[in-house]
């Protein structure tokens, strides 16, 4: 991203909040949070600043293009995945095609972001899926890029935010257990339960 610049970011937990931590650290002139769980769109504003959109109560792409003149975000951050929540149709959809999850954030993402924009995918697609919106990304020149992080080739740059106090990483912390407390914290947060956001496990607890 360039400073300036608008970054939506589609999901609020972990990644997605730190993604919208490094936009504002790094000039973005708005960022905006996008998630269905009230206390996700809470951390993401108190932690990031973000303007934030519920997705279950309005049309996140009506509300991105609202936020910026009808254009779009200069930069759309998919940090959901296929475990996006699924409707009915969808469900059907993936047996009929034998695939798994949903391609839904990614098609939102693909619809809020501007003509020429660009789409960086940090959320797990694990098959292949069918009816992927080829069209509309050759349509609106969208640059796609996909991947997991490369840790190794930004470590030494991120720390320097964390270092110089630009960005915080531990605000987002919700939960500190023991390590014997790992399958608790794996289910608190895989079904959102006690407003779980971030779990830190301690080894020697």
């Given at each position: 991203?360039?400073?300036?610049?608008?970054?939506?970011?589609?999901g609020?937990?972990?990644?997605?909040?730190?993604?919208?931590?490094?936009a504002?650290?790094?000039?973005?002139?708005?960022?905006?949070?996008?998630?269905?769980?009230?206390?996700?769109?809470?951390?993401?504003?108190?932690?990031?600043?973000?303007?934030?959109?519920?997705?279950?109560k309005?049309?996140?792409?009506?509300?991105?293009?609202?936020?910026?003149?009808?254009?779009?975000?200069?930069?759309?951050?998919?940090?959901?995945?296929?475990?996006?929540?699924?409707?009915?149709?969808?469900?059907?959809?993936?047996?009929l095609?034998?695939?798994?999850?949903?391609?839904?954030?990614?098609e939102?993402?693909?619809?809020?972001?501007?003509?020429?924009?660009?789409v960086?995918?940090?959320?797990v697609?694990?098959?292949?899926?069918?009816?992927?919106?080829?069209?509309?990304?050759?349509?609106?020149?969208?640059?796609?890029?996909?991947?997991?992080?490369p840790?190794?080739?930004?470590i030494?740059?991120?720390?320097?935010?964390?270092?110089?106090?630009?960005?915080r990483?531990?605000?987002?912390?919700?939960?500190?257990l023991?390590?014997?407390?790992?399958?608790?914290?794996?289910?608190?947060?895989?079904e959102?339960?006690?407003s779980?956001?971030?779990?830190?496990?301690n080894?020697?607890?």
């Open positions: 991203m360039k400073p300036g610049e608008t970054v939506a970011v589609w609020c937990g972990p990644v997605g909040l730190m993604a919208q931590k490094m504002r650290a790094m000039g973005a002139g708005q960022v905006i949070g996008v998630d269905i769980l009230e206390y996700r769109l809470r951390t993401a504003r108190e932690t990031a600043g973000s303007t934030v959109i519920d997705a279950s309005v049309d996140p792409v009506e509300a991105i293009r609202s936020l910026t003149g009808g254009r779009g975000a200069d930069v759309v951050i998919e940090a959901i995945g296929m475990e996006a929540h699924r409707n009915t149709l969808e469900k059907v959809s993936n047996v095609h034998g695939q798994a999850g949903t391609t839904s954030a990614l939102k993402c693909l619809s809020a972001v501007r003509r020429s924009g660009r960086s995918v940090l959320g697609y694990g098959t292949k899926y069918d009816n992927v919106p080829l069209g509309q990304m050759l349509d609106k020149g969208v640059r796609i890029q996909f991947g997991q992080a840790v190794h080739n930004f030494d740059e991120l720390l320097v935010f964390i270092v110089e106090g630009k960005v990483a531990n605000d987002i912390i919700s939960h500190r023991s390590i014997d407390e790992a399958p608790r914290a794996y289910k608190i947060f895989n959102k339960e006690d779980c956001v971030k779990v830190v496990l080894p020697w607890n």
